[in-house]
């Protein structure tokens, strides 16, 4: 091992024993952004990330603990030792822990390590449009790979979860069968930029975000459609992800009802 990893394995021993004094041997982290892909969870943990009171990990990077990086040795301590860094940074003001990685929202395992992990764990789901959404994930898709066309990135639907990421239904049913109403905030991500939302997170939370802006990015703007992109899509899926949205915007109403109830 070169000197350089044992210094850092050695230090990061150290600060985590002083993090047990501060925190306990119980801490937890207590919030998660489990989705959707391409929904603004990014824009959603850079916003969370400038406030006092919430610690991150470092670069706010995605962290896959609960699902291909999952760990269970030493109490969790390969999880927190990401959180250290900005811990540190913030030490005496923080309140929440968080962390964002999208594609936790895919399996029920992965739901149901977080709720072993955590059961009063906190999270927050954003949901997009469908048709703007698989879009907005053919275009990060071509760039990262090379496609040579959305056809050949549609017909590759288990590569690139277009099917679990885009039928939020079942994304709701994996939520709700282990987590309480208030223990969940979905967004809607046409409305992820305006004040209404933030208020609705500050509540949530119990912390004050007035004073805090979204980023301003590119995952604000709606994409244009072309009827080549909405034909390929009713191609592939027919009216079965129009009625999945449909249904599954019937579920928010009623899950926004019982939300404004118990924080609004």
């Given amino acids: 091992m070169k000197i350089s990893k044992i210094y850092k394995c050695i230090r990061d021993s150290f600060l985590y024993s002083i993090f047990e004094i501060l925190k306990g041997k119980k801490f937890r982290i207590n919030l998660i952004i489990i989705g959707g892909q391409r929904c603004g969870s990014t824009s959603m943990i850079n916003f969370l990330s400038n406030s006092k009171e919430i610690v991150t990990p470092k670069y706010n990077e995605q962290l896959f603990f609960f699902s291909h990086n999952y760990n269970q040795r030493n109490n969790f301590k390969s999880y927190h030792l990401k959180f250290l860094h900005n811990f540190y940074k913030k030490r005496g003001k923080e309140k929440i822990f968080a962390e964002r990685t999208p594609?936790?929202?895919?399996?029920?395992?992965y739901m149901n390590r977080i709720y072993d992990y955590n059961s009063e764990i906190k999270i927050i789901f954003i949901f997009r449009e469908p048709y703007q959404r698989i879009k907005s994930a053919f275009d990060l898709?071509?760039?990262?790979?090379?496609?040579?066309?959305?056809?050949?990135?549609?017909?590759?639907d288990e590569k690139y979860f277009i099917s679990k990421f885009s039928f939020y239904c079942e994304i709701y049913q994996k939520i709700f069968k282990k987590f309480k109403v208030k223990n969940v905030l979905i967004i809607d991500f046409k409305e992820l930029n305006n004040n209404n939302t933030k208020i609705k997170i500050s509540k949530f939370l119990n912390i004050d975000l007035s004073?805090?802006?979204?980023?301003?990015?590119?995952?604000?703007?709606?994409?244009?459609?072309?009827?080549?992109?909405?034909s390929a899509i009713?191609?592939?899926?027919?009216d079965t992800l129009d009625r999945d949205y449909s249904n599954f915007l019937k579920l928010y109403k009623e899950y926004e009802t019982q939300f404004k109830k118990i924080y609004l």
């Fill in 211 to 230: 004073k805090i802006e979204f980023p301003k990015k590119n995952s604000f703007k709606k994409d244009e459609l072309s009827e080549q992109y909405i």
């Fill in 141 to 156: 898709n071509k760039e990262l790979y090379n496609l040579e066309s959305f056809e050949s990135f549609l017909n590759n």
């Fill in 103 to 109: 594609d936790y929202c895919l399996q029920d395992l």
């Fill in 234 to 238: 009713k191609k592939k899926y027919g």
